[in-house]
Structures are given as C-alpha cells and as structure tokens.
C-alpha cells in the first residue's frame, strides 16, 4: 500500500460537470499538498493545507475548491472547467517545518482530461 | 519571487557520468531536494541537501551551494533505467516546496 492514495486515476469530465478528486495519506503527516502537472510546465503548487487549516493558496481560479476535513484526507472539487486545465493533478503529504530532510511523498496522479 | 532553473533536456551513455545543475531564488531557503519522474508516474525522492557540500547515495550524489543559490545531481555508471525526468526542488519558508521545469534525462546505450 502506498502512503498517499489518489482517486480516481483517471477522470473525463465536461465543462459543466461537477467532479471531485480524492487524496488520502497513511503517513501521520501534518501537511498536504495539491500540485497541478501539465505538458511541459514545472510542477505548480495549487493549495496547501498545514494542520487542516490552508496555509498557500497559489491565485488559483475558484473553479477549484479544496477541502480538508482532517490531517489524512484531502479533496479538490471541480465545477465549471476549462479544457486548458486538463493534466496531472498530484496530491502529496509531508511533515515538520523548517529546515528539515522531511521530504514531500507524493501520490500516483489523478489525469483529468476536459471535454 | 520564486525561480528555479534548470536544463531542459540531457542525453548520456549508460555506464557514463552526468551532472544536471539547478539554480535558485526564493523566498527563504529550507533545504534543496532532487526527485526522479518517470514519465506517468509521481515524483520520487532521491536526496536532501540544507548545508554546503556534497551528499552521496550509492550512484547518485548531490551537491549545494548556498551561497551561489546552485545545485547539482550527479549520476554515475548510468543505467538505462536512470531515463527520467529530474526536478530539484526547494523548500522555501514552512512547508512550501517549490519545483523546478526538471530535466528531462535520456540514457542511451
């Protein structure tokens, strides 16, 4: 078992579909991590979340809302989007602050296409 | 604001060596990590530097300068295997972690 689980893996959705994704960590982590994936672009930090309270919110379009009801579970709903935000949606966890070798584990992907 | 470099593209020859440099500016500085992506697959962590100096793992080694803002990945006797992207990345302030474009490595033999 990996110790951040994504769902769905894979998700087709029109523009006027309202969908959400699932991330789940097994760590014991105290924070959490949405980053968007597209072709040829660097990973882009979306939201993070530090003990459920969100911390970062990267000027990211309100089609996207996150929510994180505790320290192991994190959603993206999506409503409304835009063919241009097809890609790699990447969930991750990590622990601790400041400098520190806790790394960033990062789950297997949810690839969402918009048609 | 938050910028950080690194090469587009690589080609080496497996069993050769290849080093694959990253700079940085951000906003703080809590350590520097490289990960390894395989295409279709999420990020994996390979090291973690916070001070000067070199870091070795096995085949892989990476080094830091703090001072310069730069980084290095080397890779020695490559595999074909090693054939994937690598992201350095830096963990600015709290628990944000900043990414790199990567660089994407093909190992020919």
């Known amino acids: 078992e990996t110790g951040v689980t994504q769902t769905p893996r894979h998700l087709v959705m029109g523009m006027t579909n309202k969908k959400s994704l699932k991330c789940e960590q097994h760590l014991g982590h105290n924070a959490m991590y949405w980053y968007k994936q597209s072709a040829k672009k660097p990973l882009e930090l979306m939201f993070v979340?530090?003990?459920?309270?969100?911390?970062e919110n990267n000027s990211v379009p309100s089609r996207f809302s996150p929510e994180c009801p505790n320290s192991s579970h994190l959603f993206l709903h999506l409503h409304t989007l835009q063919p241009e935000d097809s890609a790699l949606y990447l969930c991750?966890?990590?622990?601790?602050?400041?400098?520190?070798?806790?790394?960033?584990?990062f789950g297997e992907g949810s690839w969402l296409t918009v048609v | 604001g938050q910028n950080i470099d690194q090469p587009t593209e690589m080609t080496a020859t497996e069993g050769a060596i290849v080093q694959i440099n990253c700079t940085y500016q951000?906003?703080?500085?809590?350590?520097l990590f490289w990960y390894q992506q395989h295409a279709g697959e999420a990020p994996t962590f390979l090291s973690y530097?916070?001070?000067?100096g070199l870091e070795e793992k096995g085949r892989f080694s990476s080094f830091l300068s703090r001072s310069k803002g730069y980084s290095y990945l080397l890779l020695k006797e490559l595999q074909m295997k090693d054939s994937a992207s690598y992201l350095c990345a830096v963990r600015d302030y709290g628990q944000n972690f900043v990414f790199g474009p990567g660089t994407r490595l093909s190992v020919l033999p």
């Open positions: 530097n916070v001070l000067d």
């Open positions: 979340y530090s003990l459920e309270e969100r911390v």
């Open positions: 951000t906003s703080g500085f809590n350590g």
């Open positions: 991750a966890s990590s622990q601790g602050r400041g400098p520190s070798g806790n790394t960033i584990y």
